[in-house]
Structure formats: structure tokens, C-alpha cells
């Protein structure tokens, strides 16, 4: 409970016992009014007082002057007791506003504790204590276990576990050693670390979060701009509304005043629209808050309200639906040579090389043979084949090379074994890159060499399917006939292929033109050679938000663990805080206007206005609550 709350409880305690005590001596004068003045003053003396400032400042027609003038009102006709009920009553509606924002303000304080106080630095071999924005690129910095790591680099020493909770939602520890790269905002658990630093504070990755976040509540969705409009009529027309039916039944019918002003008071109470200006924004900033929570960074409301109307979902491809990883799918021998054999020859061949495709292939022996590695001095000599492959003589295992023991590999393309002379063999598979093997007796096999789907996409596509996207597209610059096989693997509806940057903008220019005009399209990308066509969708989603800058920048909605799934946690996070937005327009707008005529015709006294007042806007304020959860 914050200083402000306990203030406003005491204050509400203090005008509770003098309301009571002036309702016990009520007809003692003056006793009972001193009482009933006491409690007025203890529950709302700062409303009066806010209502001379906004007017000063040209703020005429805010829930302090309407408070004001009708509580005065009503102790100008004698009805004190009910003017004192009113304050005291519309403070506590301020008490549950001020708790229900703090909860939802908590979520995004979270978020923005990533902020780090200070970076060890070394400097002239000493450790010096400094903040992080004194940090310039190149120096070294040590992170002990218990702090935040201040800023980007890589690992230059040690090894360690890092909570990225707060970055991407998830509670699995990531585990980071030497030569790895880290990101500013996570936590070091265990092992000290020493770290180069790789970009400056203000270009790392715990600014751009923080700037994204506190610029969040500038954006503002149509429904809140909505409120506003309406707001600044409405209060105005009441207030006019409030001063015919005081003056016109008296002046024109000779009808009593007191009865009128009476009404005219009540009619001013319950036209505050405090729940609908409260509730609202409060919906949004707490819908902001719990995708926060789940590693879904929005830049503004207006976007997470346009991801609860997706009707066309378009992907990129690599890094997006795939890992952007080559990967060993498939090994397949031919003839007396087996798989293990074969994986061991293509890692052999292609020994030196640091191209991706030969690092695949390492990469799968080394998980195929823990604890078994490649002998290096087993090969004689490399020659390398232009456009076609590599050319390796490997000694044979046991074998002396005096003795003759040694094997020709060839390893490469379609065309180094037609080269060799051969033919009967199968051809190359459109879902990847397939290396072909050949010794001097004869074809091998093959390997195939492909970009992996992620892991969570098909559980995020099918999630898109039930949450009512219409159409899943994907748009590639890799060939037509990968981007094909890809697409009819994973159900998508439509895949185009061969696409430069250009292209694929103009293609979601098409696609927006073809979603009905209600709904909205999202681009998924990876943020980094993606931002013209993240930019002209209506929501640009961004993957891989840790350590990269442009996605940050590029898009509306960043991912912050790379998985495509969370763009249906955000779908259900929309939807709910949109629904309980257009809950609290209805229930607010309707009882307000019903308890108004019923004011309006003398058929309703103050204590109603005070619930269609105050009992409305803590309702909803205790609705737009469950944003958050």
C-alpha cells in the first residue's frame, strides 16, 4: 500500500465517524453541522481546491468542478448530510482507482527494473564502479553473480546461467560461456563474467525496451480517443442540462426551489464520468501490462487493440517460421555404405571450410559421435572444385599412406557426380540443399541440408486458426519451390516465393487490399531486413527482439523469445481488454443515462446518483482490473 493510499484511508475513517456522529445528533444545531462540516472537509477538501487550479488553467468542466458545485448545492438547500455522503462516497471510488492503477502501473514497473544501476568496468587493470552509459564499446566489464548485466557484449570469460524473465516472459535460465553473446536487463545467476562490451547504453538493448515502454501510453487505441472526444462534449451538456432543470421549473412553473436545485445537484453527481475515463485508459494499460508479462512488447494501445481484429496473418520465412539454422534432416546412403559412415566422410570433406552448410554437417557427426572426433592429420589434401564441390584424398582409417590406404572423395553438387561419370542417381530434393558423395568406386548417398521450422509453429498456426484469422500467408525471398514446400508442410494458404524487400511490400499491399475493411493484417518478421514491409502493415510484428535493434524499431508489437506462439497469447490479451473496454462503455453509458432521467423526474434521490456515480466507477474500475490477469 503506497503513502497516498493510507492518506486517503485515514482521511476516509476520519469522515466516516464525523459522518456518523452528525447523523446521531442530527438536529442539534449547530453540533451537527460542525460534525457534518468536519466530515466534508476531511473527505474532500483538496476537490474544491483542484477545481479553482484547473479553472485557472482553463479546465472548467472536470470532476472536481461538477463534485464541487453539487455538493454545494446540495448543502445550499440543507440536504448536508447527503453532501457529505456524496464526497465521502466519490473518495472512495478515487481510493479503488488509485489501488487498481498502481496494480496495473506494477507490471510495467517490473518490466522497467531491468534498468541497471551501475557497470563494473576494467580499466588500467583495475575494477572501477561507473554508470552505464560511461561504458564506451570495446572495454571490459565484469558481472558478478545477483547483478543486472549493465550492457551488450560477448563473453570474453567465465560461464553462467542468466534470468531473461523480464525480457521474454520465460522462467528457463539461459546458459551463456565464452565466445557467446549477452543482453542488457538479464540477471546473472551463478558464475562471474567478463564481457565485452558491444554497443553503447543508449543503443543496448534494455534502452530501447525502456523507451518502448515508456512511450507506450502516448499511442492511443480508437476507444480511448473515443472517451476523450466524448468527455470534452458531454461534461459541458450536462452541466447546461443541470442548470435548466435548476432554474427553468422555479422561474417559469414557480415550482419550489430547493426541490429543483435539489435535482439539479443530483443530476451534476451522477453525471461525472469518472468510470468511463478512468476504466478505460486503465483496460489498456493493463492489457500493455500483462503482454508485457508474457515477453510481447506493444508500442501503444492502438496496436493492441488492431491485434484483436487480425483477419490476415503474413509471414516472413527465414527466422521467422524457420530457425534461419541450416540443419543435417536427412542422410541417405547408398549402397554398402551406411548412414554413420557416410555423415563421417561429408564431415571430413568438408573439415576446413566455415561455410554454413559444411558447419551443419560438422555440427550433426559431432552430435551423432559424442566422444569421437574427426582426425584431421587422416587428410592428405584438399582440392576445390569451382562451382561444383571439393575434391578430398582421405587416409583410410588404419591405413598407411605408403602402403596405397587411401580413399578419393568427392563431395559437392549435381554436377561433380555427373562430372565423375554418373547418373543413377537420385536428384536433389526442393526442401533444402542436398550434398552429394561419391569415392572413386562408386556413388555414396546424399545428405540434405535444410532450414528447420521453428518448433512452436505449428502450434502457432493452428492457435491463429481457432483464434478466427482468416489467412496465413507467407512471403519469401528464398525459391518458389522451397517457399512451396514449406508452406504446404506447415497448412499455410497462400506462399509466394522469390521476393525481394520491394516485392513483398507490394504484395501485403494487395493482400490489405483484399481483408475486409473492419479487420486488420499483421506482418511477422525478423525486424532486421524486414522494416519497409513491417512498416506498412497494419501491425508489424517483430521476432527475435533480444539483441536486435531494428526489430525494436521497425515494428509495432516486438517478440521477445522468438516464438511464433506468443502472437496468439497477444491475440487473447487484445481480445479480453478489448471486450472489457466495450463492458464498461456499455454498463457506464447505460446506467448513467437511466439514473439520469430517473433524477431528472424526481424519481431518484442523491444516494442513487452517488451510485450511479461512484458504485458504476468502481465497478468498473474493479472490471478493467482483470486486463492485467
Same mark, same amino acid.
Given at each position: 500500500?503506497?503513502?497516498?493510499?493510507?492518506?486517503?484511508?485515514?482521511?476516509?475513517?476520519?469522515?466516516?465517524?464525523?459522518?456518523?456522529?452528525?447523523?446521531?445528533?442530527?438536529?442539534?444545531?449547530?453540533?451537527?453541522?460542525?460534525?457534518?462540516?468536519?466530515?466534508?472537509?476531511?473527505?474532500?477538501?483538496?476537490?474544491?481546491?483542484?477545481?479553482?487550479?484547473?479553472?485557472?488553467?482553463?479546465?472548467?468542466?472536470?470532476?472536481?468542478?461538477?463534485?464541487?458545485?453539487?455538493?454545494?448545492?446540495?448543502?445550499?438547500?440543507?440536504?448536508?448530510?447527503?453532501?457529505?455522503?456524496?464526497?465521502?462516497?466519490?473518495?472512495?471510488?478515487?481510493?479503488?482507482?488509485?489501488?487498481?492503477?498502481?496494480?496495473?502501473?506494477?507490471?510495467?514497473?517490473?518490466?522497467?527494473?531491468?534498468?541497471?544501476?551501475?557497470?563494473?568496468?576494467?580499466?588500467?587493470?583495475?575494477?572501477?564502479?561507473?554508470?552505464?552509459?560511461?561504458?564506451?564499446?570495446?572495454?571490459?566489464?565484469?558481472?558478478?553473480?545477483?547483478?543486472?548485466?549493465?550492457?551488450?557484449?560477448?563473453?570474453?570469460?567465465?560461464?553462467?546461467?542468466?534470468?531473461?524473465?523480464?525480457?521474454?516472459?520465460?522462467?528457463?535460465?539461459?546458459?551463456?560461456?565464452?565466445?557467446?553473446?549477452?543482453?542488457?536487463?538479464?540477471?546473472?545467476?551463478?558464475?562471474?563474467?567478463?564481457?565485452?562490451?558491444?554497443?553503447?547504453?543508449?543503443?543496448?538493448?534494455?534502452?530501447?525496451?525502456?523507451?518502448?515502454?515508456?512511450?507506450?501510453?502516448?499511442?492511443?487505441?480508437?476507444?480511448?480517443?473515443?472517451?476523450?472526444?466524448?468527455?470534452?462534449?458531454?461534461?459541458?451538456?450536462?452541466?447546461?442540462?443541470?442548470?435548466?432543470?435548476?432554474?427553468?421549473?422555479?422561474?417559469?412553473?414557480?415550482?419550489?426551489?430547493?426541490?429543483?436545485?435539489?435535482?439539479?445537484?443530483?443530476?451534476?453527481?451522477?453525471?461525472?464520468?469518472?468510470?468511463?475515463?478512468?476504466? %478505460?485508459? =486503465?483496460?489498456?494499460? *493493463? $492489457?500493455?501490462?500483462?503482454?508485457?508479462? /508474457?515477453?510481447? @512488447?506493444?508500442? !501503444?494501445?492502438?496496436?493492441?487493440?488492431?491485434?484483436?481484429?487480425?483477419?490476415?496473418?503474413?509471414?516472413?520465412?527465414?527466422?521467422?517460421?524457420?530457425?534461419?539454422?541450416?540443419?543435417?534432416?536427412?542422410?541417405?546412403?547408398?549402397?554398402?555404405?551406411?548412414?554413420?559412415?557416410?555423415?563421417?566422410?561429408?564431415?571430413?570433406?568438408?573439415?576446413?571450410?566455415?561455410?554454413?552448410?559444411?558447419?551443419?554437417?560438422?555440427?550433426?557427426?559431432?552430435?551423432?559421435?559424442?566422444?569421437?572426433?574427426?582426425?584431421?592429420?587422416?587428410?592428405?589434401?584438399?582440392?576445390?572444385?569451382?562451382?561444383?564441390?571439393?575434391? %578430398?584424398? =582421405?587416409?583410410?582409417? *588404419? $591405413?598407411?599412406?605408403?602402403?596405397?590406404? /587411401?580413399?578419393? @572423395?568427392?563431395? !559437392?553438387?549435381?554436377?561433380?557426380?555427373?562430372?565423375?561419370?554418373?547418373?543413377?542417381?537420385?536428384?536433389?530434393?526442393?526442401?533444402?540443399?542436398?550434398?552429394?558423395?561419391?569415392?572413386?568406386?562408386?556413388?555414396?548417398?546424399?545428405?540434405?541440408?535444410?532450414?528447420?521450422?521453428?518448433?512452436?509453429?505449428?502450434?502457432?498456426?493452428?492457435?491463429?486458426?481457432?483464434?478466427?484469422?482468416?489467412?496465413?500467408?507467407?512471403?519469401?525471398?528464398?525459391?518458389?519451390?522451397?517457399?512451396?514446400?514449406?508452406?504446404?508442410?506447415?497448412?499455410?494458404?497462400?506462399?509466394?516465393?522469390?521476393?525481394?524487400?520491394?516485392?513483398?511490400?507490394?504484395?501485403?499491399?494487395?493482400?490489405?487490399?483484399?481483408?475486409?475493411?473492419?479487420?486488420? @493484417?499483421?506482418?511477422?518478421?525478423?525486424?532486421?531486413?524486414?522494416?519497409?514491409?513491417?512498416?506498412?502493415?497494419?501491425?508489424?510484428?517483430?521476432?527475435?527482439?533480444?539483441?536486435?535493434?531494428?526489430?525494436?524499431?521497425?515494428?509495432?508489437?516486438?517478440?521477445?523469445?522468438?516464438?511464433?506462439?506468443?502472437?496468439?497469447?497477444?491475440?487473447?490479451?487484445?481480445?479480453?481488454?478489448?471486450?472489457?473496454?466495450?463492458?464498461?462503455?456499455?454498463?457506464?453509458?447505460?446506467?448513467?443515462?437511466?439514473?439520469?432521467?430517473?433524477?431528472?423526474?424526481?424519481?431518484?434521490?442523491?444516494?442513487?446518483?452517488?451510485?450511479?456515480?461512484?458504485?458504476?466507477?468502481?465497478?468498473?474500475?474493479?472490471?478493467?482490473?482483470?486486463?492485467?490477469?
Amino acid at each position: 500500500m503506497t503513502k497516498k493510499q493510507k492518506k486517503m484511508i485515514r482521511r476516509l475513517i476520519i469522515s466516516a465517524v464525523f459522518l456518523v456522529g452528525g447523523v446521531v445528533t442530527e438536529g442539534m444545531h449547530p453540533v451537527d453541522w460542525v460534525l457534518f462540516l468536519v466530515s466534508y472537509l476531511a473527505a474532500g477538501y483538496d476537490i474544491p481546491l483542484k477545481a479553482l487550479r484547473n479553472i485557472r488553467n482553463g479546465q472548467v468542466f472536470d470532476e472536481n468542478f461538477l463534485m464541487t458545485i453539487a455538493t454545494f448545492g446540495a448543502i445550499g438547500v440543507g440536504e448536508l448530510e447527503e453532501a457529505v455522503a456524496v464526497m465521502l462516497f466519490y473518495q472512495v471510488g478515487e481510493l479503488f482507482s488509485d489501488y487498481a492503477v498502481n496494480r496495473s502501473r506494477r507490471s510495467i514497473t517490473d518490466l522497467m527494473d531491468i534498468n541497471p544501476d551501475f557497470a563494473n568496468v576494467i580499466r588500467d587493470g583495475a575494477e572501477e564502479q561507473v554508470e552505464p552509459d560511461e561504458v564506451e564499446i570495446g572495454e571490459r566489464i565484469l558481472v558478478r553473480p545477483g547483478e543486472k548485466v549493465p550492457l551488450d557484449g560477448v563473453v570474453t570469460k567465465g560461464n553462467s546461467s542468466l534470468d531473461t524473465k523480464a525480457l521474454t516472459g520465460e522462467s528457463i535460465p539461459v546458459e551463456v560461456t565464452e565466445g557467446e553473446p549477452v543482453v542488457s536487463g538479464s540477471i546473472n545467476l551463478s558464475g562471474v563474467l567478463e564481457v565485452q562490451v558491444t554497443k553503447l547504453f543508449d543503443d543496448s538493448t534494455v534502452a530501447k525496451i525502456l523507451e518502448l515502454v515508456e512511450n507506450a501510453s502516448s499511442r492511443k487505441a480508437k476507444a480511448e480517443n473515443f472517451i476523450t472526444r466524448f468527455a470534452r462534449v458531454y461534461t459541458p451538456v450536462v452541466v447546461v442540462l443541470a442548470l435548466i432543470l435548476a432554474l427553468v421549473p422555479p422561474v417559469i412553473l414557480g415550482q419550489s426551489w430547493s426541490v429543483w436545485v435539489y435535482r439539479a445537484c443530483s443530476f451534476l453527481v451522477v453525471s461525472c464520468p469518472c468510470a468511463l475515463v478512468i476504466s %478505460v485508459p =486503465l483496460s489498456f494499460f *493493463g $492489457g500493455l501490462g500483462a503482454a508485457s508479462k /508474457q515477453g510481447i @512488447l506493444m508500442k !501503444g494501445s492502438n496496436y493492441l487493440e488492431a491485434m484483436g481484429n487480425l483477419d490476415t496473418v503474413v509471414f516472413d520465412k527465414t527466422g521467422t517460421l524457420t530457425t534461419g539454422k541450416f540443419q543435417v534432416t536427412e542422410v541417405e546412403p547408398a549402397g554398402a555404405c551406411g548412414a554413420g559412415e557416410l555423415l563421417e566422410l561429408a564431415a571430413y570433406g568438408e573439415y576446413h571450410s566455415n561455410h554454413p552448410i559444411a558447419l551443419s554437417v560438422k555440427e550433426a557427426y559431432e552430435r551423432e559421435n559424442q566422444g569421437k572426433e574427426l582426425m584431421p592429420h587422416r587428410i592428405l589434401s584438399v582440392e576445390e572444385i569451382a562451382g561444383h564441390g571439393m575434391h %578430398v584424398r =582421405l587416409e583410410e582409417e *588404419g $591405413g598407411d599412406q605408403k602402403s596405397g590406404g /587411401q580413399r578419393d @572423395l568427392y563431395i !559437392g553438387n549435381e554436377r561433380l557426380m555427373e562430372r565423375r561419370g554418373l547418373s543413377d542417381f537420385p536428384r536433389g530434393k526442393a526442401l533444402g540443399t542436398t550434398l552429394y558423395v561419391a569415392d572413386q568406386g562408386g556413388y555414396l548417398g546424399s545428405i540434405i541440408i535444410a532450414d528447420t521450422v521453428r518448433d512452436d509453429v505449428p502450434q502457432a498456426l493452428k492457435g491463429l486458426r481457432a483464434a478466427g484469422v482468416r489467412s496465413l500467408v507467407m512471403l519469401t525471398g528464398d525459391r518458389e519451390a522451397v517457399g512451396r514446400a514449406v508452406g504446404e508442410k506447415l497448412g499455410l494458404d497462400k506462399v509466394y516465393g522469390g521476393l525481394l524487400p520491394g516485392d513483398k511490400v507490394q504484395k501485403v499491399e494487395e493482400l490489405l487490399g483484399q481483408k475486409p475493411a473492419d479487420r486488420t @493484417l499483421a506482418f511477422v518478421g525478423d525486424g532486421i531486413n524486414d522494416a519497409p514491409v513491417l512498416a506498412r502493415a497494419d501491425v508489424g510484428i517483430a521476432m527475435g527482439g533480444i539483441g536486435s535493434d531494428a526489430a525494436v524499431e521497425a515494428a509495432d508489437v516486438v517478440i521477445m523469445n522468438d516464438e511464433p506462439s506468443k502472437i496468439v497469447d497477444g491475440i487473447r490479451i487484445a481480445r479480453k481488454t478489448v471486450g472489457i473496454v466495450r463492458q464498461n462503455i456499455v454498463f457506464a453509458i447505460g446506467v448513467k443515462v437511466l439514473v439520469l432521467a430517473l433524477v431528472a423526474c424526481g424519481m431518484a434521490s442523491m444516494w442513487a446518483a452517488v451510485f450511479g456515480d461512484v458504485g458504476v466507477s468502481v465497478l468498473a474500475i474493479l472490471n478493467a482490473v482483470r486486463a492485467l490477469d
